[in-house]
């Protein structure tokens, strides 16, 4: 009786663990379609990307803007604070670069705040002003 109570705790524990670190909770609430309500890339709106769609199964995800289609993978650590994301797309000019983001997640809204090239600083806020290098997307869960 106390192995499995010792074997269920510990299980408990690097499963809470893993959640707490690799954000497993948040991961799967990223799953399915999100839209583009905003997008700003180094303190520029880009009106063009509105309507724009990502979709999250796992950790990979696409990003469709217009008539283009790119694929990434990404990682998150929900111990941080913000909580971090980082994304390494497997196509394009930065493919199989890590790009250093934050995230902040709610019911039917994902705002993340990402380093547009790699080697640009992961951002400390949720804000994307000139020079910066960072895109700032704010994301609405689809209906």
Known sequence: MRRVLLAALLVGLILG?????????????????????????????NDDASGGKFTF?????????????????FKLDASKKPKQMDVTPTDGPE??????????????????????????ERPKEFESKEGTGHL????????
Do not use: P
């Open 57 to 73: 199964d796992g950790e990979n995800m696409v990003v469709q803007i217009e008539d283009k289609e790119h694929k990434a993978t």
């Open 95 to 120: 493919k199989d670069k890590v790009l250093e983001g934050i995230y902040a997640l709610t019911d039917d809204e994902l705002k993340i705040c990402i380093a547009h090239h790699a080697g640009t």
């Open 17 to 45: 663990a893993d959640e707490k670190k690799g954000g497993k909770k948040d991961l799967d609430l990223f799953k399915g379609g999100w839209t583009i309500a905003s997008l700003v890339l180094d303190g520029k709106t």
């Open 136 to 143: 700032l997307v704010t994301l609405k869960r689809a209906k």
